[in-house]
């Protein structure tokens, strides 16, 4: 089954690409600053991004002296993006569906992933190919939305009884595709319980870091005030886990 190519359409690709993610890069995600918290030294490191966009994470690694890194993507337009701002030999971009993907047996030392893994139907088969591809102490850390925010079936604000905002959850328990209507109609999503996604780590062979249910520092609102809601229920999920030596 082939991951659904929508960062390819025309509307998806020109919504995300106002997000301040895509125009400021890492530092245009709020959670970025935990992110770097758990994850590991890179230098020296092999390093492969699952879902690279625009190839901020390749760079940043190489920043922090990543002897090269490997950077994958289903959609033609985002490397056409990452190729061309990336002036960097020791960067390598392929195109791949995550779904059916192959990678060499201990070929890295990092897989990394930022917000990607959700939109992956057949992820038990993916952790199974990471965790072979990763040398003996390596680690997996990704973000992923966190199935409170993937669960309700119209992502949409409610009111309580005292006039405060508030976020339904509406079948939590029952897990599969979700769709939903942003910057394309029908974008594809794949609900997870939180234990899920931990039982399928532990599953194919990985010790649990750490884990974050992210949300926003007053700091960070008061600095953007659109971050607000996202204080009410996490988002996103990071996630950092290793491979035994």
Known sequence: MMSQNIYDDPC???????????????????????????????????VIDL??????????????????????????????????????????????????LSLSP??????????????????????????????????LVFSAEHPIYTSPINQTWCIDNEGNKAWPVNQYQKEGERLSN????????QHRKLSTWINLLISAGFEIIEMDE?????????????LDEEKERPMIFLMSVRKPL
């Open 51 to 100: 879902g690279c966009g625009y190839g901020w994470f390749c760079r940043w690694a190489r920043a922090q002296q990543a002897e090269n890194v490997i950077g994958i993507d289903l959609s033609t337009k985002m490397l056409e993006c990452a190729v061309e701002m990336t002036q960097d030999y020791s960067i390598t971009y392929q195109q791949a569906d995550l779904e059916t």
């Open 214 to 226: 992210w949300g926003p520092s007053a700091a960070q609102i008061a600095k953007n005030p659109l």
């Open 106 to 139: 201990e070929q890295t030392d990092l897989i990394y992933s930022s917000l990607t893994l959700h939109y992956l139907s057949g992820i038990s088969s993916l952790l199974s190919t990471v965790y072979q591809a990763l040398k003996p102490g390596g680690m």
């Open 182 to 189: 942003w910057f394309a109609d029908g974008v594809k999503k």
């Open 12 to 46: 998806f690709f020109a919504g995300y690409a106002t997000l301040p993610r895509s125009v400021h890069g890492l530092e245009g995600a709020p959670e970025w600053p935990k992110m770097q918290e758990i994850l590991p030294s890179l230098k020296g490191k092999q």
